[in-house]
């Protein structure tokens, strides 16, 4: 997809990687983007980001997620304000350690339940029947494959993420929609998320090999799976030892006429 002229949708748009793909998706002249965040912050990113992009628009809009019904708000609000939606990103997301109940069970909700429903909200928005075709990222984590320890529903929240866009992204299903759905699977980034969690920076640390990628790398291979027709229910691993790769669908290597 051509980036010029269109209009998006990024939820956690307040935080470090929401605001990083923002601002690539106005680097390429999107038309409008809207930030889409439970956070206040949302006002002066959105703020900062008309400043350093115009004539782009963006707009904030403060929302919680994991409600259906104000996440349906926020996509009638962009909706209307600009007249359709062509890319959404359901980036929000957080991390609970194996102790914290409610916060694990918070973690599932927000980084599994509402990716469902801003894929579904994605699809509704956007299909060829209510919109013209776009393009949804879902924001999964290295973490979805190389499990980190003492955070069990982190991981099986974003092993979910990935497991929701392979089904949403079926290429019979795109035929029908004209939607792509990809996800994205980065490795450690410099973000407040690293923040969140006591020792995780020194864990980090520890790692042999294992530098901190910057929010605006992991954004190039946001842009790819924007970009790129070809990509659809694709999975994208984004790593400092390995670079931006596509993970292979072994789909293709099967016989053709095979559904599975
Ligand atoms: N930073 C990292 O190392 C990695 C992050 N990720 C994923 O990237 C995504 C973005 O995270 P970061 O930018 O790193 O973290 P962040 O903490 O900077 O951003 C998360 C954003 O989500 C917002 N948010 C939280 N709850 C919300 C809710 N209920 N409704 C709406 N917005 C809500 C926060 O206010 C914040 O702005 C997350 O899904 C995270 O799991 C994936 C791999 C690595
Ligand atoms: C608690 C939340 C904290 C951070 C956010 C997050 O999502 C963290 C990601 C966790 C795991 C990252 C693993 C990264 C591994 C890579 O850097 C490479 O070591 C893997 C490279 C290739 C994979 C080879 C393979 O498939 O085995």
């Not at 929401?18 to 949302?42: E, M, N, P, Q, Y």
């Not at 928005?125 to 955070?151: C, H, Q, T, W």
Request: charged residues 20%.
């Amino acid at each position: 997809m051509k980036i010029s002229g269109k209009v998006a949708l990024i939820t956690g748009g307040a935080g470090g990687l929401g605001k990083a793909f923002a601002a690539a998706l106005l680097r390429a002249k999107a038309k409008a983007v809207c930030l889409v965040d439970i956070s206040s912050r949302g006002k002066e990113v959105a703020e900062d980001l008309r400043l350093q992009y115009p004539p782009s628009q963006v707009d904030f809009y403060h929302c919680d997620v994991m409600n259906y019904d104000l996440f349906k708000g926020a996509f009638d609000f962009v909706q209307k304000r600009f007249g359709a939606i062509d890319i959404v990103c359901n980036n929000a997301g957080m991390a609970a350690s194996d102790h914290n109940v409610s916060g694990s069970i918070r973690t599932l909700r927000l980084n599994l339940e509402a990716v469902y429903f801003g894929t579904k909200l994605g699809m509704d928005y956007m299909d060829k029947e209510s919109g013209r075709g776009g393009v949804i990222i879902n924001v999964a984590s290295m973490a979805a494959f190389l499990p980190l320890m003492g955070s069990m529903c982190y991981n099986a929240s974003k092993a979910g993420v990935v497991a929701l866009t392979k089904s949403a992204g079926v290429p019979e299903q795109y035929e029908m929609t004209g939607v792509r759905v990809n996800a994205l699977c980065p490795s450690f980034t410099e973000t407040p998320l690293l923040d969140t969690s006591s020792g995780l920076r020194e864990m980090i640390a520890q790692l042999p090999n294992h530098p901190i990628m910057s929010p605006e790398y992991v954004a190039e291979g946001f842009q790819q799976l924007v970009e790129n027709e070809e990509l659809c229910g694709a999975v994208m691993r984004v790593t400092p030892q390995k670079g931006i790769e596509i993970v292979p669908n072994r789909r293709k290597d099967r016989n053709s006429s095979s559904k599975l």
